[in-house]
């Protein structure tokens, strides 16, 4: 008997999760597992690699979970350093690249395809941007090459561009490694993906810890060069090489060092030329069992795909390894010949910078109103232990709930130690579909050096609560 072909697109999280778990179903004799990964690394955690560059956590190392030579003892032909430039879905096969072989070109036939093919860095068509020591952070070879770039510089100075998740935990980053650094957002508070008014809180907390941030202004670009008086002059007279300065429309802001913080959007240009179905963000869209729509032997997983939120019945791009994880598993099992879905997400994150705790679950106010729903707000003050309790902090929770309904809409918590994973009991409360009254009755944990009596997620419920019923019909 012939083995069935897999072939894999991405050897990260999702990847090779969907490999493992599809081993674990099927023999070699029954599945033959190939995947090609373009990178030097495989299977590793890209949310480690600020914690590398500021020097908290080493790396790359510890931040690979299985290496390339543990994936092949376990029968799968993962090909590193190898580029898929084509699908070819009426012929099932892909055309390969050998990135450190001359450019070698072949085709691998399949059966079953998975596309793993993750997220790229927001990078802007902007002059200057593709110059030495500016960087994205995307992978682990991001992360080497932005440490290079550090360990070389002799100046101190960095911009970040863009105060994201990714933003602000690289200015903690740099901040770590002795930098004076400056932040640009082109939004009027950090954290777009907080409301408005809990962001000004994280720019409250930023400039308190030294981190220079300039919101409402937008990037023009970045000046490179070197010697001479003005930036601008510099770049000019020497026609530039390394990044020097970053411009907005009325200012520069000299940098040694660049890193790029807007985001990152879905790397689906194969996934485009080939005619599969993206949505609205370009992600691959797919089904519960997250096959791509309208094909019955091509799966999609991790940052590639948008995803069903629970909350607000639409679908929508988020780029987190704990999906990708998740994904990867659920593929695994489809096409190892199980059976197992993916139901969607409630839009949880959590970061930090320096000592400042940031966490969102559900829907902010702006996604809330373009799902068409009506909805109440209420934000308290609390602090994370029993206020008589030594190392007591404040923290902030802001809750949304349904008009009428109370049914809770989303939160978001900006405060000190044991602030943001007090977000996970929102979650699941979202996930269960809990109304902000029902969160009332929940039995949480209590003791003064963890929480106050009432805990500040069940305070912000109870004024949820009692603004439904304040706002009638």
Sequence with gaps: MTAERLVIVGGDAAGMAAASQARRLRKPGELAITAFERGHFTSYSACGIPYWVGGEVDGPDALIARTAAEHRARDID???????VELDLDRGRVRTRELDNGGRETWTGFDKLVLATGARPRRPRLPGIDAPGVHGVQTLDDGRALLDT????AGRRAVVVGA??????????LIRRGYRVTVLERSAQPMSTLDPDM???VHEAMCAMGIETVRGTA?????????????LERSRELGGSRACAVT????????????LGMGVRPETTLAAAAGLPLGESGGLLTDLAMRVRGQDHIWAGGDCVEVWDLVSGRTRHIALGTHANKHGQIIGTNVGGGYATFPGVVGTAVSKVCDLEIARTGLLERHADAAGLRFVTTTVEATNRAGYYPGARPMHVKMLAEHRTGRLLGVQIVGREGAGK????????????????????????????????????????????RAVREAGD
């Design 422 to 465: 007090r977000v996970d009991i929102a979650a699941v409360a979202l996930t269960a579909g809990m109304t902000v009254e029902q969160m009332t009755a929940l039995d949480l944990g209590y003791a003064p050096p963890f929480s106050p009596v009432w805990d500040p997620v069940l305070v912000a419920a109870r004024k949820a609560t």
């Design 199 to 201: 962001g000004a809180l």
């Design 219 to 231: 990037v023009t670009g970045v000046l490179t060069g070197g010697g001479g008086t003005s930036l």
């Design 150 to 153: 550090l360990e070389a510089s």
């Design 78 to 84: 993962l090909r590193m350093r190898t580029e898929v």
């Design 248 to 259: 907005t429309e009325d200012a520069e802001y000299p940098a040694d060092v660049v890193v």
């Design 164 to 173: 994201g998740y990714i933003g602000v935990e690289m200015a903690e980053a």
